[in-house]
C-alpha cells in the first residue's frame, strides 16, 4: 500500500498527480507562502498571483528551451476548443490544412477544422486500423498548406511520435495532450502545440498553447475576442479571469518536473516505465499482446489484449481488487489498456507486472 493508503491509479485523464505536488498543495491549503489565504481566494490581478503565473510561463520556456519567440498561454475550453480556434485563426479563406488522421482525437480535430474550411487527410490510418504511425514517404502534403496538424500521442489507440515529419516551411502544429513534457524533443520544430492539463501537467481546467510569434503574426483578425491567439497573447492570458488554481497547480508539477532532472529525467523514467511493461509483454508467449506495432508503440498509453474478453473483464475486475484502477481500455477499442504519464511512478508498473504474472499463472 502507498502513502496515505492511496492505490496505483492507471486512470487515463485526469490521471495521477505527483504525491510531491500533492503535498505541496496541502501545505500552502490555509495560507499561500504568507499571502494570507489559498491561491483560489487571490485576485488574479494581484501581484502574489502574478508572480505564480509569471513563473509558470517562464517554466514552460525552461523545459522546452524557448525563447522570446514564442508565446506561453493558458486557456480554457480544453484541448477540444483548440481543435476549433487553430483552423478558425489559421484556416484562411484560399488555404487548405494538412492532417495527420491517426486516431480518434485526431478524428475530432479534423471534424472541427472541416467546419471552418478545407482539409486535406496527408495521412489515413484507417487503412491500416491505427496500427502504426506513418513515416515520412507516406505523407501527402499540400504545397503552401495553412499548417500540417498531428497528434503526438494518440492516448486510445496508444501510438506515438517520437520523430515528427518534416513539413518543410509549412508550419507544425501538435495536440500533445497526453504526451508533454514526457521526454525530450525540439520544440522549435513546431509553430504552435497545445495540450490540455489533466494527463501529464495538472488538474483539468486550463490548457496549454504554445505560438511562435511569426506564425501568431499570420492569423486571422475580426474574430470573436475570446477566440483570437492575440487576444490572449495581448493580455499574457489575463484578458479574462484565467483558471488560477490550476495553472498554481501546473507550475507545482513542472517544478516537480525539473526536480526530477528536467525533461531528460523524467525521460530516463518514462523510458524505463515503457521498458518495463512492453518487455513483459513481449515474454509473456502472447498471452498479454500489443495491439499496435513495435516502432509506433506509446510510452505513456499502452494498448493490450488477453486471449479472450471473458479473461480482460476479470483481468480488470481483479486488478482493481489489488489495488490497480483505471486500466480499462476505451470503448472503442476494449481491451486493457495502461496508462502511466509522468506522475505514475517505476514502481507501480513494476507492481503490476506482478500482478499479470500471477494473473498469466493462474489463467493460463
Ligand atoms: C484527452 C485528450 C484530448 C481532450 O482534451 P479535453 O481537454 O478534454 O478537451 C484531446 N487530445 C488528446 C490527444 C487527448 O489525449
Not at 513542472?254 to 518495463?276: P, S
Not at 486471449?307 to 472503442?332: M, Q, T, V
Amino acid at each position: 500500500m502507498q502513502a496515505y493508503n492511496r492505490i496505483w491509479n492507471f486512470n487515463p485523464g485526469p490521471a495521477a498527480l505527483p504525491l510531491e505536488v500533492l503535498e505541496q498543495i496541502h501545505k500552502d491549503w490555509f495560507n499561500h507562502q504568507g499571502a494570507g489565504m489559498n491561491v483560489m481566494e487571490m485576485s488574479h490581478r494581484g501581484k502574489e498571483y502574478e508572480a505564480i503565473h509569471n513563473r509558470t510561463v517562464a517554466l514552460v520556456k525552461q523545459l522546452l528551451g524557448l525563447g522570446d519567440d514564442y508565446h506561453i498561454l493558458f486557456l480554457q475550453g480544453g484541448a477540444s476548443l483548440q481543435f476549433a480556434m487553430l483552423p478558425l485563426n489559421f484556416l484562411v479563406e484560399g488555404k487548405i490544412a494538412d492532417y495527420l488522421y491517426v486516431g480518434d482525437w485526431s478524428k475530432k480535430a479534423i471534424k472541427e477544422a472541416k467546419i471552418i474550411g478545407k482539409v486535406n487527410l496527408a495521412f489515413d490510418g484507417e487503412e491500416t486500423k491505427f496500427i502504426r504511425l506513418p513515416r515520412q514517404g507516406d505523407l501527402k502534403l499540400t504545397r503552401g498548406a495553412a499548417y500540417v496538424h498531428i497528434t503526438s500521442n494518440e492516448t486510445i489507440k496508444g501510438t506515438e511520435f517520437f520523430t515528427f515529419p518534416d513539413t518543410d516551411d509549412v508550419p507544425l502544429v501538435a495536440d500533445m495532450s497526453s504526451d508533454i513534457l514526457s521526454h525530450r524533443f525540439d520544440a522549435k520544430l513546431f509553430s504552435l502545440i497545445y495540450a490540455g492539463a489533466q494527463k501529464n501537467l495538472g488538474p483539468s481546467g486550463v490548457t496549454l498553447v504554445i505560438i511562435k510569434d511569426k506564425f501568431l503574426q499570420s492569423a486571422r483578425d475580426g474574430l470573436p475576442t475570446m477566440l483570437s491567439y492575440k487576444t490572449h497573447v495581448a493580455e499574457n492570458s489575463l484578458y479574462n479571469t484565467p483558471p488560477t488554481f490550476a495553472i498554481y497547480i501546473m507550475n507545482l508539477v513542472m517544478q516537480w518536473i525539473v526536480d526530477k532532472g528536467g525533461l531528460e529525467g523524467i525521460e530516463r523514467a518514462n523510458r524505463a516505465k515503457a521498458a518495463t511493461l512492453y518487455d513483459y509483454i513481449d515474454s509473456s508467449d502472447g498471452y498479454y499482446k500489443g495491439t499496435v506495432v513495435k516502432d509506433s508503440r506509446s510510452w505513456m498509453n499502452a494498448c493490450l489484449r488477453l486471449p479472450n474478453e471473458e479473461l480482460e473483464d476479470k483481468f480488470i475486475k481483479e486488478a482493481k481488487a489489488a489495488g490497480f484502477i483505471g486500466l480499462k481500455g476505451h470503448r472503442s477499442v476494449g481491451g486493457v489498456r495502461v496508462s502511466m504519464y509522468n506522475a505514475v511512478p517505476l514502481d507501480a508498473i513494476k507492481d503490476l507486472v506482478g500482478f499479470m504474472k500471477e494473473f498469466k499463472a493462474k489463467n493460463g
